[in-house]
């Protein structure tokens, strides 16, 4: 079992490159959009896809490796919270930008409460690297 929280927790980075990546170019889209679209719909299909599976992710991570700590998965969390933010700090600066018709509320709330989100995943990672080994207890 030891390791495969290292795998678990780069799958999770992975998760929220990929939802920053989508956020960004569907933010950029609605700055001057060509057809038609429905942003509430596409920002919950983007989240089911990206951002929930990596925070499932990156809490799992976590909570399999709080008991020794790990230095490698707290950095990769600390990265993923990185990730997370500028990619929402990015997207926040574009919702100026936004076509008028498309800048509802959930278009402006999502790279905030994002945001809040990372400021957690960063703070989980930076527990992991303080955390030190307790000793396993033998039963035989």
């Known amino acids: 079992m030891v390791g495969i929280e290292k795998y678990i927790a780069i799958a999770a980075i992975g998760l929220f490159a990929m939802f920053t990546g989508e956020i960004n ?6 700055t001057n959009p060509n057809v038609e679209t429905e942003p509430e719909a596409k920002l919950l299909m983007y989240i089911s ?30 990265g993923s919270g990185i990730i997370l933010l500028i990619g929402m700090f990015v997207a926040n600066s574009t919702i100026s930008r936004i076509d008028s018709n498309y800048r509802i509320y959930i278009v402006g709330i999502l790279p905030q409460l994002f945001m809040v989100i990372s400021v957690a995943i960063m703070a989980s990672g930076a527990f992991l690297l303080r955390t030190k080994k307790r000793p396993i207890k033998e039963f035989f």
């Open 49 to 78: 896809i990206g951002a929930a599976p990596a925070s499932v992710m990156a809490g799992t991570a976590f909570i399999m490796s709080k008991r020794y700590g790990s230095r490698q998965v707290g950095l990769i969390l600390i």
């Open 25 to 30: 170019v569907f933010y950029n889209y609605l």
